[in-house]
């Protein structure tokens, strides 16, 4: 059983409440707790020494990075952060000046967005440092946009490029929180999530909950300067595409919106986010799975992001 | 650096906003995210494989512990939790069934106290298995009971018995949520937090969040058998007074209330909890630190909760 399986099977049956309007299987959790105008979105989210980031990754970037992973899955459900708690697990030799540079890389990352930090936990992980963030957030009713509602037709939307995260990005991403509401606040999202396992992971979970296919024209996946590079660095190296699509990381928006609306939104975002990328990558079709249209056909996208060249 | 050194280095200066009614160094954080009658209360909690539970804990009372540590500090603050999100960091060779068990340990807690588990994440931790729970409640505004209202003559209780925990309790606690609710109903509580350290070291934190002291009367202070058994079992073990004061994991209330008050809560709580036993140990005095009182004299607890007999 993988991680995508175990969970699941765990997500199954959840205890439930009548608080609980989306609960597992999306960016957030979204809670009605009784505020007026507005739900709450609820996040957590870990990073693990020797996985997300190394004994050499400079301390204020791990702290940053952290919060940043939490901020674009609010991001995602076009919120506004507003409250986190820090646990972090720590060897018993910690070394105080190290903990205290990820605590101000965070907190920094923090008064930027408005959050509030009110606590948390220090305990013991002997072998590494864990870093778990827990997020509340806020939407006002009804604008919070879900995986589940791209519909056939859609155009599909990734912000910024693609890929080779790992060279430097996954340190210093933007989470996109002014973009996702200023979208929502002027077009009609029909879905949306962040790209943090790779575009062709992802998509599948917005078509999945969905229940709908995609043809992405490969040609408009915005990819990276990164990933070309790592991959003309190498002839073993993933070629730049399959990096687009499986690097992960990337904390990009992935959003579809009626393809009627696309040009007039392609418009609007250049005037409002100029150094931003905005690209179209595709459609939603019937169906389930991806397609990948190039100039020699369609082919279908298998599950490890790889094409199918059948 | 120790553990609560770093704590108190790190929350310093955390960023706030508006929503924070209390911060860090509370059970819980308090927000106010404008629900009309009531305020948030926010917490996190970790266990860890080989400090919280080890690899021969049955997987069902690994997870019911996971959850109920957290229940434990929102009935420390007097609320009514709603929703949980789920951390777990993995060996890369998990057992699905174990993991599972540990879920179904933590939902059947979640179903008897009403809260509702809306998602969270696997990740990975190569070594050990570590949960962090991250958990919703309410209280009424207004009722929330935190630890920096003791008043200078206040009696100090506790629920339950104290110490020895190890031997079975840590696993099996009963989150001390109705007690705590009926309490603030029924009787102005000025100071309340939930033993998780232990009387020695969780009373101290009280007073120093009050600015006061404490006598502790030695004979009052309801010892578990479980202490009693392990101090008489090997000359040298611990004092079962001793472990009463220091094992820490006893997850009971301790509060403080009015002295004229303690009569009639004594006989009130007898009526209603007749199982779970409630002991008024001393009494809040001027000053700071604990003073243990015996029948030659009284004492300084130091702060390794042993007393220093001067």
Redesign the interface.
């Known amino acids: 059983?993988n991680?995508f399986e175990?969970?699941t099977?765990?997500?199954k049956s959840?205890?439930?409440?009548e608080?609980?309007v989306?609960?597992?299987?999306?960016d957030c959790?979204v809670?009605d707790?009784?505020?007026?105008?507005?739900l709450?979105l609820?996040?957590?989210?870990?990073v693990?020494e020797?996985?997300h980031f190394t004994k050499a990754t400079p301390p204020e970037k791990i702290g940053r990075k952290a919060l940043a992973r939490c901020l674009s899955d609010i991001g995602a459900m076009a919120g506004t952060p507003?409250?986190a708690?820090v646990?972090i697990?720590l060897p018993k030799d910690?070394d105080?000046a190290f903990?205290?540079k990820i605590?101000d890389g965070l907190?920094a990352l923090?008064?930027k967005t408005?959050?509030?930090?009110?606590?948390?936990?220090?305990?013991?992980?002997?072998?590494?440092i864990?870093i778990?963030i827990?997020l509340?957030g806020?939407v006002p009713r009804g604008k919070q946009i879900l995986r589940r509602g791209a519909k056939i037709g859609d155009a599909i939307f990734v912000t910024g490029e693609l890929g080779g995260s790992l060279a430097e990005k996954h340190l210093d991403f933007e989470p996109r929180l002014a973009e996702a509401r200023w979208l929502t606040e002027h077009f009609t999202i029909h879905s949306m999530m962040d790209l943090s396992d790779g575009l062709g992971g992802d998509l599948r979970h917005l078509l999945n909950a969905s229940k709908v296919g995609a043809e992405i024209l490969k040609p408009a996946v915005p990819i990276s300067r990164a990933a070309k590079l790592r991959a003309k660095a190498s002839s073993g190296a993933k070629p730049a595409f399959v990096a687009a699509l499986t690097d992960g990381e990337d904390f990009e928006l992935l959003f579809t919106i009626a393809s009627k609306d696309a040009v007039k939104l392609l418009d609007a975002w250049k005037a409002k986010f100029p150094k931003l990328k905005l690209s179209c990558v595709g459609k939603i079709v019937a169906g389930d799975g991806i397609l990948i249209r190039d100039k020699t056909g369609s082919h279908k996208l298998n599950a490890n992001g790889y094409v199918h060249f059948a």
């Open positions: 059983m991680e175990l969970i099977h765990l997500t959840l205890p439930t409440n608080n609980v989306v609960g597992a299987g999306d959790a809670l707790l009784g505020v007026p105008e507005k709450i609820f996040k957590t989210d870990a693990v020797g996985i507003t409250t708690l646990t697990a910690f105080a903990v205290t605590y907190n923090a008064e408005g959050v509030a930090i009110v606590g948390g936990e220090t305990t013991t992980n002997p072998e590494r864990l778990s827990a509340i806020t």
